[in-house]
Antibody
Framework: EVQLVESGGGLVQPGVSLRLSCAAS????????MHWVRQGPGKGLLWVSR????????TYADSVKGRFSISRDNDKGTVYLQMNSLRVEDTAVYYC?????????????WGQGTLVTVSS | DIQMTQSPSSLSASVGDRVTITCRAS??????LHWYQQKPGEAPKLLIY???TLQSGVPSKFSGRGSGTDFTLTISDLQPEDFATYYC?????????FGQGTKLEIK
């Protein structure tokens, strides 16, 4: 069974850093590009970042570019999101999602999410 | 960025009804359009990929159509478990963009 389990969320003050982890199981992580998507309280879904299967190419939403960094360790089966200089508007549930290697790059499996609250 | 305009933003319907949700892209995205269902407190669940292909395990009451810029999701014979929020997602280009969501409520 495919499983994605996020961790690392919490309550932090503006300006600090936080690292989220996404532990993958039930499939071969190295075969998949991976994404982070966030959802603010009562809001819709917002794509955050993407990393290729080897970890050599990354892309970011403009709202997080220069502050967030996505990485992965395929041997450990884990994807990370390093979040620096956090802002109140980064408050959200952060989901990691797997991209299908076939079809049309749809995000076919999602974790349950981890809540990040940025507040003073 | 490709803008995804989803309508309506909310929809009230009764058990047994059939409803249609629309997603329009600001430029052609071929068939790189996918539909998700999200229930409160849960992660999004993939229903349909590539505009019209049903994800494994998803009941055939869900159907999708469209290509280019205009897409629809139709849900037939609504049941209590179908009342949720639905999102479209384009994967034609980066950044990936979602529609703003359609909240389907029981009338």
């Amino acid at each position: 069974e495919v499983q994605l389990v996020e961790s690392g969320g919490g309550l932090v003050q503006p300006g600090v850093s936080l690292r989220l982890s996404c532990a993958a199981s039930g499939f071969t992580l190295s075969n998949h590009w991976m994404h982070w998507v966030r959802q603010g309280p009562g809001k819709g879904l917002l794509w955050v970042s993407r990393i290729n299967s080897a970890g050599t190419s990354t892309t970011y939403a403009d709202s997080v570019k220069g502050r967030f960094s996505i990485s992965r360790d395929n041997d450990k089966g884990t994807v990370y999101l390093q979040m620096n200089s956090l802002r109140v508007e980064d408050t959200a549930v952060y989901y990691c999602a797997r991209e299908s290697p076939a079809h049309s790059s749809e995000l076919d499996s999602w974790g349950q999410g981890t809540l990040v609250t940025v507040s003073s | 960025d490709i803008q995804m305009t989803q309508s309506p933003s909310s929809l009230s319907a009764s058990v047994g009804d059939r409803v249609t949700i629309t997603c329009r892209a600001s430029q052609s995205i071929s068939r790189y359009l996918h539909w998700y269902q999200q229930k409160p407190g849960e992660a999004p669940k993939l229903l349909i990929y590539s505009a019209s292909t049903l994800q494994s395990g998803v009941p055939s009451k869900f159907s999708g159509r469209g290509s280019g810029t205009d897409f629809t999701l139709t849900i037939s014979d609504l049941q209590p478990e179908d009342f949720a929020t639905y999102y479209c997602l384009q994967t034609f280009d980066i950044p990936r963009t979602f529609g703003q969501g359609t909240k389907l409520e029981i009338k």
